[in-house]
């Protein structure tokens, strides 16, 4: 089931813009608060906070141009909150990838090697933990969320309707097209990751609106989540390789660890594909067109409403 934060994303339609994002924004940032406020599954309390905190900076970006100065300091703000839990998520989102990587290989059971480098990924986590000290990091972190959810009620934009959002929802995509067009001529795993979230952008702007939907936007909403999902994992397999490269002695016998870089490659060769191949389908469309598409679906949506 959806929390209520995930079912308030979406601009309404009996609200202005400037009104619909703010409220958006306050009720992110809340959940936030009350997720790093949690004492117990701390886990999921900073995936959902971090979840929380992207989902404003693509809120603001989608009217970053009526918000001026204020886009770059908020989002500077949110941005430095964010990446204070991220070496957190990191440490516990290399465990899971590690699994899926153990079960994407059909060939090898769990042997004894894959149990240990496993045991000592659980060793780490703990470890960075406690060298962040998280019962004071993520109070400090909070604090940081708390003072831009006090500032957002004063937030622009000022003007409605889908002309406050028309610039900026193209320049995420046509950005996108950008990151797709470096990638086709060059595979760095920095450019797949730049893609990703300029991807996530995209997703975020066409959730919040959801309301305009029809049944050929559920199809397109979908496909931007299983792209971002893919882009998702080859980054977190691109930080397993480099965690373990940089010890590698830490994590077993060279031959262990050259098994462990063959299962990365296969596995990622397949992510990585399904994820271009998602990615053509998203940006063979032209800017442009998209949003002309969007503000027909804006115009029905508003008509049907007044």
Same mark, same amino acid.
Request: aromatic letters at 16%.
């Given at each position: 089931m959806e929390s209520e934060? %995930?079912?308030?994303?979406?601009l309404k339609a009996k609200e202005s813009v400037p009104h619909g994002l703010r409220r958006i924004v306050r009720e992110e940032l809340k959940d936030a608060i009350r997720q790093l406020s949690k004492n117990s599954n701390r886990d999921e309390a900073i995936h959902e906070a971090r979840k929380s905190i992207k989902k404003v900076r693509a809120a603001l970006k989608l009217v970053r141009r009526e918000l001026g100065s204020t886009y770059h300091q908020e989002n500077s703000r949110l941005r430095d909150a964010g990446?204070? *839990?991220? %070496?957190l998520r990191d440490a516990g989102a290399m465990i899971t990838t590690f699994d899926a990587v153990r079960d994407h290989d059909k060939k090898h059971g769990k042997g004894r090697s894959e149990k240990n480098m496993r045991r000592i990924l659980v060793t780490r986590k703990a470890q960075v933990e406690r060298e962040h000290n998280l019962e004071q990091l993520l109070p400090r972190v909070s604090e940081s969320v708390a003072d831009a959810r006090d500032l957002s009620s004063g937030w622009p934009p000022r003007r409605g309707?889908?002309?406050a959002m028309e610039k900026d929802f193209e320049k995420t995509f046509r950005d996108g097209r950008k990151a797709m067009a470096k990638l086709q001529k060059d595979r760095r795993p920095e450019l797949f990751h730049e893609l990703r979230k300029r991807v996530k952008d995209h997703w975020y702007? %066409?959730? *919040? *609106?959801? #309301? *305009?939907?029809d049944e +050929? +936007?559920?199809?397109?909403?979908k496909t931007l989540k299983d792209l971002e999902s893919r882009l998702g994992d080859?980054? #977190?397999l691109v930080l397993l390789h480099d965690l373990v490269a940089a010890e590698p002695e830490r994590y077993g016998k060279p031959s262990d660890i050259r098994s462990l870089?063959?299962?990365?490659?296969?596995?990622q060769k397949e992510v990585r594909r399904e994820a271009l191949d998602l990615a053509k389908r998203i940006y063979s469309e032209r800017p442009r067109k998209l949003v002309k598409r969007f503000r027909a679906l804006w115009t029905v949506w508003h008509k049907s409403h007044s």
């Open positions: 934060s %995930v079912m308030a994303y979406r990446h204070m *839990l991220s %070496v309707g889908f002309t702007h %066409v959730r *919040l *609106l959801e #309301n *305009l939907w +050929m +936007m559920i199809g397109y909403e080859d980054h #977190n870089y063959d299962k990365i490659a296969s596995y």
